[in-house]
């Protein structure tokens, strides 16, 4: 389904982006997809010879979940000297955070189809955790302890 704009962002940036199949929630539970891009990540840095790929041109990608995906990836290797360094990732409306989906542009876009706010927030469990039992909770921005959430407000806040 992604092939197409891969293919664009590839010619348009000159580079290869790395588009990987993934395990999926609710199915295959966090961390299943991460380690499943992680290793063909690793593999294909491993192999670029083989694919006749220049090192400098990699870039990473994802989309939603796998916006997220791209970046933890990205994070992952960043600092490694085993691997050759990516050119770049690509982030398209990737999900991020899961502290609080009670901020500003969550409450403004509540209700904008497609991806609703409890959508969201019932996609990013089936990811994490494979269920659904605490949506409201979630909702409610009661599944962070207190003092987490002040430790991490300084990234996650309405400021």
Request: neutral net charge; aromatic residues 10%; charged residues 20%.
């Amino acid at each position: 389904s992604h092939e197409r704009i891969c293919q664009y962002i590839a010619k348009e940036s000159s580079s290869v982006v790395v588009s990987v199949g993934y395990r999926l929630a609710p199915e295959h539970k966090y961390p299943a997809a991460y380690e499943d891009c992680l290793n063909a990540t690793q593999h294909f840095l491993r192999h670029l010879e083989h694919y006749g790929v220049d090192p400098a041109r990699v870039i990473v990608c994802g989309d939603s979940a796998g916006g997220n995906l791209a970046a933890a990836v990205s994070q992952t290797l960043a600092g490694r000297s085993d691997f050759p360094k990516l050119r770049a990732q690509i982030l398209i409306y990737p999900g991020l955070q899961a502290l609080d989906f009670n901020l500003p542009s969550y409450q403004q876009n509540r209700g904008v189809p497609l991806l609703f706010r409890e959508r969201a927030v019932f996609y990013s469990l089936q990811y994490v955790q494979g269920d659904t039992s605490n949506l409201e909770e979630v909702l409610e921005g009661s599944h962070i302890p207190p003092d987490l959430r002040l430790k991490y407000r300084k990234w996650v806040s309405p400021d």
